[in-house]
């Protein structure tokens, strides 16, 4: 029997990287990350290499079963040289969490975009459709738009063993989120990779692309698309200690560029202090709330100062991968 072993991997796309994948078919193939081997291509393809040495591996670091392929499987890989070392663009290699003490929750935002029409569905060709407000969490054709895509997304998702936690229209016509948790950063941004890979897919149907921009309406009174990371490690889950997570975020603070750094591209026109956002170039924390660059869920404070803390500033174009490694890093720094 053949199987159809679909390797998905990011090029080296600047300043946001893009989704690609390729069919590999194996006789025999168990199913297992174990049996997948490394693979090849062409890297002066992707910005990943120049022409007179193109070659780059993909190395097999989470597999799942296809979907919608008989006997097919989706295998997600991180990009490394021709020599088996690190490729500059592979973010989830940047990780420094071998014992996943980390646990990461991210709640993806993104737009439906027609290609027909060039805007979200549910924008009148030309216009606006009625301000936003009763879009989010909508029912009824005048309101939630593109539904049958993004159930669709979701059945597939969870057919692949994605552990998405939920689904909601978001604020703007057009617009959604899924969420997806994994007790492992690199776990998480498998997951969330091979969730927007099967986004884009399931767009193609239904003659929709997936608009990860954090504005792509411009200078408009409509929100952004973000990725809020929920994290926390065991420390968070166990202390107790109202200063545990005031030292943390404290500690983000101090290191505003890292995290902008990469958090997305263009995030400057989304974090402008509105529409649930602060400033880019500010910080600021607080319980329960949603202008603040870190949300101390109410739940955290109810559990007696233990769980987790939510950084809102991502942009929905952000690498996982990297947003982890920059919170993990900043987390230790502050001595937890």
Excluded at 38 to 66: H, R, Y
Excluded at 127 to 137: N, T
Excluded at 316 to 332: E, H
């Amino acid at each position: 029997m053949h199987s159809k072993l679909e390797y998905i991997w990011l090029d080296g796309y600047k300043p946001t990287q893009s989704l690609r994948s390729k069919t590999r078919v194996e006789k025999g193939f168990g199913g297992t990350l174990e049996e997948c081997p490394m693979w090849a291509f062409d890297g002066s393809s992707t910005q990943q290499a120049e022409g007179n040495a193109s070659d780059c591996l993909l190395k097999p670091v989470a597999i799942f079963p296809d979907p919608e392929r008989t006997n097919g499987y989706l295998v997600m890989t991180e990009v490394l040289n021709a020599d088996g070392t690190t490729h500059v663009s592979n973010g989830r290699a940047s990780i420094d969490d071998d014992d996943d003490d980390f646990w990461f929750g991210f709640e993806q935002e993104y737009f439906l975009w027609d290609e027909q029409t060039n805007l979200p569905p549910g924008f009148p060709p030309g216009g606006y459709p009625q301000p936003q407000g009763p879009y989010y969490c909508s029912v009824g054709a005048k309101k939630a738009h593109g539904r049958a895509c993004v159930d669709e997304h979701l059945d597939a998702c969870l057919a692949a063993g994605i552990n998405v936690e939920g689904i909601n229209a978001e604020v703007a016509s057009g617009q959604w989120e899924f969420q997806v948790f994994a007790k492992s950063a690199k776990r998480a941004g498998d997951e969330t990779w091979v969730a927007r890979y099967l986004l884009e897919r399931t767009g193609e149907k239904y003659g929709y692309a997936i608009e990860w921009h954090p504005k792509p309406l411009g200078p408009t009174d409509w929100n952004g698309s973000g990725m809020h990371a929920n994290f926390s490690n065991g420390v968070m889950r166990t202390s107790g200690k109202q200063e545990t997570f005031t030292k943390i975020c404290e500690a983000f603070g101090e290191r505003i560029p890292r995290h902008i750094g990469v958090y997305g591209a263009h995030n400057e026109l989304r974090l402008t202090g509105a529409h649930e956002t602060e400033r880019i170039d500010s910080f600021s924390y607080g319980v329960s709330n949603r202008g603040a660059s870190i949300r101390v869920p109410i739940g955290t404070v109810d559990n007696g100062w233990k769980g987790r803390l939510e950084d809102r500033r991502p942009a929905s174009n952000a690498d996982p991968y990297k947003v982890a490694a920059a919170i993990i890093k900043t987390v230790k720094e502050a001595g937890f």
